[in-house]
Each structure stands twice: as structure tokens, then as C-alpha cells.
């Protein structure tokens, strides 16, 4: 939702990876922007109308991004999406970052524009594994951006250290860094970035990517 130039940005680079990308925008005009060679369905009309959200092909979406210039509507179309529709995968751009934790609330990944890229949507949308953000001279150790199943949300720091075998370094919280203290929660959509020793970072990724394990009392 919005063909601006975060909006575009993001449906020709998902075309570029093999998706099928739907796009729209109540300005007809905006689709401008597009490459000629974009394959994609465009719609005219509100990101929240449900008619619009089934001609742009929300009914056999993984994902969806709303990224219009206006946050009550990001915000209703990314509820919509996700409460009318059943798409998990649901990303909302936010220009008032002092709102963005009652988004969150909702469910909603916000996304501030402090910061703020199209490459971060894109990866809240298809997440893609562990990243390799620093690697120490020797090679040995790496910090990495991981990627975790929503089931650790509520999980401490402590957990995830002591299941990953890997040490928290810091998150990025509302598009902010952020250290958090060994008992502090995971919250919905943190980034977590972790110190691994790179033979491992493998493994530390396949343990963050699954539910973690329920622990006998």
C-alpha cells in the first residue's frame, strides 16, 4: 500500500526476488514511478478497502507493507490485512515514532522514518537468516542480525543466551539501538544482534528460528 518511493522501491525489489507484487495507491498517477518492466498487479483505490485489497491479491498474500504518507491510514489498512485477511507478515510505516508502541500492541510491526529504509521492511517481511553485521579480525567472532520465531517474544535474555549458546550484544527496539539487562523481555519485532563464534552462527540462527523448547518446571 503506497507507490511512493519507499512503496515502489519495495514492490520492484520483491518482483526482482521471483514474487508476485500487487501495489496500490488511490493516486493513479503514482504508479508513474513504476519500472516499465514491472509485472505486478496495480490498483486504484484505498489501502483499506477490502474490494482494493482483493484485486491487488491480499487473499493469497505471505505479506503485506503499508507504507502510504499517512500513519492512521498505514495503521487501519495493516489491522485490516492482518485481522480481516489472516496475513501475519504485516508491516506498517509510522512517521509519529511516539505511537509506535501502541501499534505494537495491535500486533503490528511499525517501522519509524527515523532511520527508517526500505531494506528494513523487506526484512521484517521475508525474513532471510542470520546477517553478518561485524566480524573480528582474527575471524572468529561475529556479530550477526538474527532473525527469531515470534515464540521467544517474552523470552529474557538470559533464555536466549543460555538456548543459543551466543551472547546478546543489543536490539534494535522501534528503530533504535538498545542494551538491554539480562532479565529484560523479548518484545514483538525487536532486531536482536548477537555475538557468535562464526563456526556457530549456523547453528545459533537454526535455534532462534523455531519456537524455543518448553522447559520442565
Sequence with gaps: MGAGRVGVTLAQTLEEHGHSVGIIDQ??????RL???FEGRRVTGLGFDRDALVQ???????????????????IIAARVVRETFGVNDVVARIY??????????????????????????????IPRGADSEFTDASGRVRLCEMDT??????????????????RVAFLTRLGE??????????QESDVVHMLVETPR??????????????EKE
Excluded: K
Aim: aromatic share 8%; charged share 25%; glycine share 6%.
Design 27 to 32: 493516486n493513479p498517477d503514482a504508479f508513474r
Design 35 to 37: 519500472s516499465p518492466d
Design 56 to 74: 491487488a491479491g491480499i487473499e493469497d498474500a505471505r505479506a503485506f507493507a503499508a507504507v502510504s504518507s499517512g500513519d492512521n491510514s498505514n
Design 96 to 125: 509519529d515514532p511516539r505511537r509506535a508502541e501502541v501499534y505494537q500492541r495491535f500486533g503490528i510491526t511499525t517501522v519509524a522514518t527515523v532511520r527508517w529504509t526500505a531494506d528494513q521492511v523487506l526484512r521484517r517481511m
Design 149 to 166: 520465531h515470534p515464540g521467544w517474544v517474552g523470552s529474557s535474555m538470559r533464555d536466549i543466551q543460555r538456548l543459543s549458546r551466543a
Design 177 to 186: 539501538g538498545y542494551i538491554p539487562t539480562p532479565d529484560e523481555l523479548l
Design 201 to 214: 552462527v549456523n547453528d545459533v540462527q537454526r535455534v532462534l528460528a523455531v519456537r524455543p523448547p518448553v
